[in-house]
């Protein structure tokens, strides 16, 4: 990447051809690279998808100055599914991992975030600032207060996981009030190591980017993790309550943001 210099822009998916651009690099993150699966992978296609794919709006991050045909020019995606969305298909994705209750009866504007992604060659650069720019304009077109999905830590082991786990769960565990919990029937303690006994310093460092990202920004985690084997994570869930971030980074998500 060093003799490249990137053009990017960011558009959402406006057709058939550019949602499979969108699964076609998310089958390269997640499939490939993480050895996850799901009943509706195309393994001869090369696209990670679901069923909810359709009723998503799909952020891409598109390199234009890439020497390759459209299709291979997405180099970073985020999906994201708005409440009002929801209400149509009768649920948010996250459901089966963490009950919302208290987000959906919470009167605030919703919006769910998944499927996050970046090329391998595009990560710790710019990319990613072009996206969560992206991201902030639309959350501030569709007035959203209150923005959640589920972030993942590579594996299922939870004892390798202890230190960061329960970093998250004592020191940024969200207010009573927003905190959804894991669904009882697949709920796993984050809570694994006493306070004075967690190594900061290293728990912080296994965090995964994403979530570091969120935690920068005044996000909370919500109580308990869960396992997802077919996706070989281990997922937490992320809320971002608007109203509850500083001046500066409020900014960012307002209409009154200037990029």
């Known amino acids: ?5 990137p053009k990017f822009k960011v558009k959402l998916a406006a057709n058939a051809e550019e949602l499979q651009a969108a699964q076609r690099l998310r089958y390269r993150v997640f499939v490939e690279e993480l050895g996850g699966s799901g009943p509706l992978v195309d393994h001869e296609a090369r696209l990670e ?11 891409l991050l598109i390199d234009s100055a890439l020497d390759v045909p459209p299709r291979d020019q ?3 995606v985020y999906r994201v ?3 009002d969305a929801a209400a149509k298909i009768g649920r948010f994705y996250s459901e ?3 009950d919302l209750t208290v987000l959906k009866e919470s009167g605030r504007k919703l919006l769910e975030l998944g499927r996050s992604c970046l090329h391998e060659d595009y990560r710790g650069g710019a990319a990613m600032f072009h996206l969560w720019n992206a991201l902030a304009s639309y959350v501030a077109d569709h007035e959203i207060e ?4 589920v972030a993942s830590f590579h594996g299922t082991d939870v004892n390798a996981l202890g230190q960061s786990l329960s970093l ?4 940024h565990l969200a207010p009573t ?3 959804p919990s894991a669904q009882p029937n697949v709920f796993q303690s984050m809570d694994l190591i006493p306070e004075d006994q967690i190594d900061r310093r290293a728990a912080m460092l296994a965090v995964p980017p994403l979530i570091k990202a969120y935690l920068r920004l005044g996000g909370f985690v919500g109580e308990g993790a869960y396992l997802d084997h077919a996706f070989n994570t281990t997922d937490v869930c992320l809320i971002l309550d608007t109203a509850r971030m500083n001046d500066k980074n409020r900014a960012l998500y307002s209409k009154d943001r200037t990029l």
């Open 1 to 5: 990447m060093s003799a490249h210099s």
């Open 49 to 59: 998808m679901d069923q909810f794919d359709p009723h998503f709006d799909h952020l």
């Open 74 to 76: 997405v180099v970073g």
């Open 81 to 83: 599914l708005r409440d």
């Open 96 to 98: 089966d991992e963490y």
């Open 146 to 149: 209150i923005l959640f999905g």
């Open 168 to 171: 998250l769960h004592n020191r």
């Open 177 to 179: 009030d927003i905190r």
